[in-house]
């Protein structure tokens, strides 16, 4: 079984919504930093968004405030990004990932504080 699953993307039109969702097997509640990051062809993989699955804090990147959610589901061990009012730059593939070393992360939206990664879902936004 994969560690990490995503589905929910998709093509939308500027304006739209799409949610996201990351299946994880290897979600523990307390132990993990669950992030979403996403990558434009010939643009570097960025930070989105991240949650700290033992509380409340989450991170987002300034491009996304106020308009994407972090959010979890313990119980079905899921965390979701729930993308509101998209911008043609939000088209990426659009990754989740997890750390499960149960602390120490500085910086939730590096891609360096990651060892489980999924396999990405295009979201495309067009105008």
């Known amino acids: 079984q994969a560690p990490l699953v995503e589905s929910g993307g998709g093509s939308v039109q500027v304006g739209g919504s799409l949610r996201l969702s990351c299946a994880a097997s290897?979600?523990?509640?307390?132990?993990?930093?669950m992030g979403w990051f996403r990558q434009a062809p010939g643009k570097e993989r960025e930070g989105v968004a991240a949650?700290?699955?033992?509380?409340?804090?989450?991170y987002y990147a300034d491009s996304v405030k106020g308009r994407f959610t972090i959010s979890q589901d313990n119980a079905k061990k899921t965390v979701f990004l729930q993308m509101n009012s998209l911008k043609p730059e939000d088209t990426a593939m659009y990754y989740c990932?997890?750390?499960?070393?149960?602390?120490?992360?500085?910086?939730?939206?590096?891609?360096?504080?990651?060892?489980?990664w999924g396999q990405g879902t295009q979201v495309t936004v067009s105008s």
């Open positions: 990932a997890a750390d499960t070393s149960g602390g120490g992360w500085t910086r939730p939206l590096s891609p360096s504080e990651y060892k489980y």
């Open positions: 290897v979600y523990t509640y307390g132990q993990n930093c």
């Open positions: 949650i700290y699955t033992g509380g409340v804090s989450t």
